[in-house]
């Protein structure tokens, strides 16, 4: 019995360590762990900013492609790398493990970074200069040169979509949150893990900037190679001291054999009596699964969990999933359903704050950056990015909580849905400033005789330029925090990963919405009057601006008719006598 009392606590029953053996909570896990974790998120940030802020800038100053193609580039790239996420979830998830995929997904990155960075250093993998003073256009970069720029590209978004979706993840599984003093690590965990993303964002969009504008893009690219590389050498070193969880399956799984299995039964008339669906009860499933009451939403999917003859009377229960699914599962797939249309109307924001590494980008070229003697980077303008975020949050909770408190009876301040909701009307007056700051470029422009050169600096302050990066900003804070609440607070126990990755992939299709509307807006437009001229100055980019304020407030009414029809899930759960269970915290 001493010998049990003593060992009791020491090892973790759901968690191993590098060698198969149960992990030992003395020598496993914890800060050590999670630092070195951290660290490697830092140099990720740092290496994915560094490249995507500034992108815009290198092609169309150093590749010579046009600006419409420029935007494009960067909003494909960066949608690609958030789309990717899911692919890495569903890796880690169900064949990798955390660990694994993110040590394969970093090194992926790192050569992504390295043969951009050698795109840099060899001549004959870049077009040559412009002549200064001559009348010729600029030579844009060649067919094998693009194909090496994508490669680097790509690669280094495979590795950040890997990353991406599993070091929070993995950095949580080093706390148990089955005991007391672990779990309230775990909160703080998370609250180092947005600061070093802060950290590293701040780096990227100024110090990184700046070497890459004034040293030029090989030295840049090259510390974003060194900090990922120094990152994944970093986390490999604390592979002794990690803590490894089993493979819990990806819920993609599970949402494909609902919609299979109700498929296959589509014939199959639905029982009036409930219980004679399938349904699994036992106290496993209970530590695995949230009870969840009978919705009469999407009955389509109830067909899956019909008892067909054949497993009806079966003793053994030897159920193939893809033919039978539980009721419970079916209920957990119709929630996630259920969260589309609030998923939907979110994406669009993401496609006005693309603009921000984009467009935007291209109008502080073209204006006076300087303070004094020093000239600002223009995508060192992204820094108030993270200006307004940190204003935003302080004043969201000292000041708008306590009145929404007052006001909505709300003990939160505002819902998930209602911050959403802020965020979607800080982005139509992001664009409405855009388009108003575009118009007075122009003007400056016309009235200086500047139209015609493209690369004049027109005498007036980069610092117009702020109203629409602060209102994006604001909007950030408020959607992506909302959004982040919504998802993890309304999905399924053990669905946080697919969920996540729906969160996730509204950003992906933000950015790639962004492309296409780029695209359709330059083909109708660019043969007579284009909107997004390669000269700015001869373009109509405030046109743009206005289109995407016009399709975000279409966008807010048919958000406020989805988050009007939504109900929370506790208030649901409450109404059938059910208890809400503890949500997991997740960050990414």
């Not at 006076?368 to 204003?391: E, N």
């Not at 969920?499 to 660019?526: D, E, N, Q, R």
Request: net charge positive.
């Amino acid at each position: 019995m001493t010998t049990l009392r003593e060992t009791e606590g020491k090892t973790l029953p759901d968690a191993w360590d590098y060698q198969g053996q149960p992990a030992d909570r003395s020598t496993t896990g914890g800060w050590t762990s999670a630092a070195m974790i951290l660290g490697g998120e830092a140099c990720e940030r740092l290496t994915t900013l560094g490249i995507a802020v500034n992108l815009v800038t290198y092609l169309t100053g150093t590749m010579h492609l046009g600006n419409a193609t420029s935007a494009n580039t960067v909003t494909n790239f960066l949608g690609t790398s958030f789309m990717l996420c899911l692919l890495g979830g569903f890796v880690a998830d169900t064949f990798l493990g955390r660990y694994l995929t993110i040590a394969i997904f970093a090194t992926v990155q790192a050569t992504g970074v390295t043969i951009l960075t050698i795109s840099t250093v060899v001549p004959s993998l870049r077009p040559p200069n412009c002549t200064a003073g001559s009348d010729s256009p600029c030579i844009p970069a060649s067919g094998k040169q693009l194909m090496v720029l994508y490669l680097a590209l790509y690669l280094t978004a495979l590795g950040t979509g890997g990353l991406k979706s599993s070091v929070s993840g993995f950095g949580s599984d080093q706390f148990d949150d089955s005991n007391k003093v672990e779990r309230k690590q775990m909160t703080n965990f998370f609250n180092w893990f947005f600061f070093f993303i802060s950290i590293g964002s701040l780096a990227a969009v100024t110090i990184l900037v700046y070497i890459e504008d004034n040293l030029g893009r090989q030295w840049g690219y090259g510390i974003c190679a060194c900090a990922i590389v120094l990152g994944l050498v970093v986390f490999l070193s604390g592979t002794r001291r990690y803590r490894f969880k089993k493979l819990a399956g990806s819920p993609l799984t599970q949402f494909a054999a609902v919609f299979v299995a109700a498929w296959k039964k589509r014939n199959i008339d639905l029982p009036s009596d409930l219980s004679l669906l399938y349904n699994v009860d036992d106290g496993q499933k209970k530590m695995q699964k949230q009870k969840l009451p009978h919705s009469k939403q999407f009955r389509f999917l109830d067909k899956a969990a019909i008892k067909i003859p054949e497993s009806a009377s079966s003793t053994r229960m030897m159920i193939n999933k893809w033919s039978l699914s539980t009721l419970t599962d079916v209920e957990e797939v119709k929630m996630i359903i259920g969260m589309l249309p609030v998923w939907a109307t979110t994406i669009l924001f993401w496609t006005v704050y693309a603009q921000m590494t984009t467009f935007s980008v291209s109008q502080a070229t073209s204006m006076d950056r300087k303070i004094g003697s020093f000239q600002i980077p223009p995508a060192s303008l992204t820094v108030f990015f993270v200006g307004s975020i940190l204003l935003t949050v302080p004043v969201y909770d000292r000041i708008v909580v306590p009145a929404a408190r007052k006001l909505l009876k709300n003990p939160q301040g505002l819902t998930p849905l209602q911050r959403i909701g802020v965020g979607l009307v800080l982005s139509i007056f992001a664009m409405v400033a855009a388009a108003l700051t575009e118009l007075k470029r122009l003007r400056a422009a016309r009235s200086h005789g500047l139209t015609d050169n493209p690369t004049a600096e027109i005498p007036l302050s980069v610092f117009w330029l702020v109203p629409q990066f602060f209102l994006v900003g604001s909007g950030e804070a408020f959607t992506y925090i909302g959004q982040l609440d919504f998802f993890l607070r309304e999905c399924p126990k053990g669905m946080k990963t697919m969920s996540t990755g729906l969160f996730l992939s509204t950003l992906s299709l933000g950015f790639f919405f962004s492309s296409a509307l780029v695209t359709i807006v330059h083909k109708v437009t660019g043969d007579r009057k284009p909107w997004l001229a390669d000269n700015l100055n001869q373009g109509k980019l405030y046109d743009f601006y206005w289109l995407l304020a016009i399709l975000s407030a279409l966008n807010l009414l048919i958000y406020l008719a989805c988050a009007k029809w939504y109900v929370y899930k506790d208030k649901r759960l409450a109404e059938e006598g059910i208890e809400l269970e503890e949500v997991e915290i997740c960050a990414h």
